[in-house]
């Protein structure tokens, strides 16, 4: 089953690019990597997902290094209202996504 | 992005009874529903995955005795907890998908039902 690897915690100062890295080194070549986070007492909320490819949405920007091992989230300009738990997922065996224990994100003023 | 509905977004029941949750695709089909939980400060961990028309399978540590899913319609699944306990106190979750590009599209889910067993 997948497995991700977070860091806990992480600080930004509102108005800064907070980038929250991932490590997914399980990864199969044909496994999208998902980003999500979740406000508390919320379900989920997605923000974007890529294969091979960096991306770039409305939300948010997502490198992902050439051997698939790991990704990079990047809020361009972080606000009070993105602080939030953020989880990067790939897929379970029936077409779930596996969440890890993801990154505490808080924005500061 | 699709519409889910889950309902209520919180209940408190007394130990013994069985509360029921909902969760409605408003905007699609829903051939498969996940449904996790969460349990404070930890991460969603799935509890079973339905296929309408089909019997749910339920992961390892999971009763399905205890937790009784039915998918009758493509647009709404139902989760009972049956003679819910303190310890079955927790954050459910519903995640309804289309099965079309599974894997290749992002799953979408339910603001999720605080169940509190006094």
């Known amino acids: 089953d997948a497995k991700t690897t977070q860091p806990p915690s992480m600080d930004c100062a509102e108005g800064r690019a907070a980038n929250l890295p991932c490590n997914h080194s399980t990864i199969s070549g044909n496994e999208y990597v998902y980003w999500y986070r979740q406000i508390h007492s919320q379900g989920p909320q997605y923000i974007i997902h890529g294969l091979k490819n960096n991306e770039t949405n409305e939300m948010a920007s997502l490198i992902i290094t050439e051997d698939r091992k790991s990704s990079t989230l990047i809020l361009p300009h972080a606000t009070l209202r993105d602080t939030a738990v953020y989880y990067c997922t790939y897929g379970g065996s029936q077409g779930n996504l596996i969440f890890g224990k993801g990154t505490k994100l808080s924005v500061k003023p | 992005g699709a519409v889910v509905s889950q309902h209520p977004s919180w209940v408190i029941c007394k130990s013994g009874t069985s509360v029921k949750i909902e969760c409605r695709s408003l905007?699609?089909?829903?051939?498969?529903m996940f449904w996790y939980r969460q349990f404070p400060k930890q991460s969603l961990m799935l509890m079973a995955t339905s296929n309408e028309g089909s019997k749910a399978t339920y992961e390892q540590g999971v009763e399905k005795d205890k937790f009784l899913i039915n998918h009758a319609s493509l647009t709404l699944s139902t989760l009972t907890v049956t003679s819910a306990h303190p310890e079955d106190s927790s954050f459910y979750i519903c995640s309804p998908t289309s099965g079309a590009n599974l894997g290749r599209s992002p799953l979408h889910f339910g603001n999720g039902t605080r169940l509190t067993v006094t």
């Open positions: 905007d699609f089909q829903a051939t498969t």
